[in-house]
């Protein structure tokens, strides 16, 4: 192995597990904007962020196993408005949106919505499927509880899910539309699913 290859590989585990502690901060407050000045992105005072269609980049690759052993490529979605939820189970906030996420998903299916959680911080899969169970998800989870997949699929200078929940909207083209950096409720949820359903 040459030494550039290995300073790489030191940088990118530096990388990856500055994100991880960043990420495991449970928290429900809004958040603010992303990227330092520059951005493309206004983010309302509810703390839900928004990117005008001509200005929004497509999300890196999200693709891996899921809670139950499936394999998942979020890119194959492409056409379906995405939900991306990033969750923990030991994650109060989480807890108390999940049941909007759960009736939302169902609702908006027909309307050419797709969700898909990202289960992070679980180090055993088995809380991760226990709240899974509780709450009645019925759409898949991708397992990353290292928070490697929400390191590579939210590239720099896009909205990047900066607290534990996060929820990222990709629109049909798969770009990143939309992003809420704290718990939803269900009002809250349809106001940034519903106009990318609309759009042409």
């Known amino acids: 192995m040459s030494q550039n290859h290995a300073l790489r590989r030191t940088l990118l585990a530096a990388g990856a597990v500055s994100t991880a502690l960043a990420l495991s901060a449970c928290g429900s407050g809004a958040g603010g904007t992303s ?3 520059g951005t493309n992105f206004v983010t309302s005072e509810g703390g839900i962020a928004t990117v005008a269609k001509d200005k929004r980049q497509a999300a890196g690759a999200l693709v891996g196993e899921t809670l139950d052993g499936s ?8 056409g379906k408005v995405v939900v991306l ?39 055993n899969k088995q809380p991760a499927l226990a ?18 997949l929400i390191l590579r699929g939210f590239p720099k200078g896009t909205l990047i899910p900066n607290g534990i929940p996060s929820t990222i909207i990709l629109d049909r083209d798969g770009k990143i539309a939309a992003r809420a950096a704290m ?8 106001s940034m699913i519903d106009p990318l359903i609309a759009e042409k």
């Open 35 to 37: 990227g330092g000045g």
């Open 71 to 78: 394999r998942l490529d979020v890119a194959a979605l492409k």
């Open 85 to 123: 939820n990033i969750w923990g189970s030991w994650c109060p906030p989480c807890r108390a949106e999940a049941p909007h996420f759960a009736k939302v998903s169902k609702d908006l299916k027909s309307k050419g919505a797709e969700f898909v959680g990202l289960n992070t911080r679980d180090f």
């Open 131 to 148: 709240f899974e169970e509780e709450f009645k998800v019925a759409y898949p989870s991708l397992y990353d509880p290292h928070g490697e």
């Open 183 to 190: 718990a939803v409720d269900e009002e809250q949820l349809r």
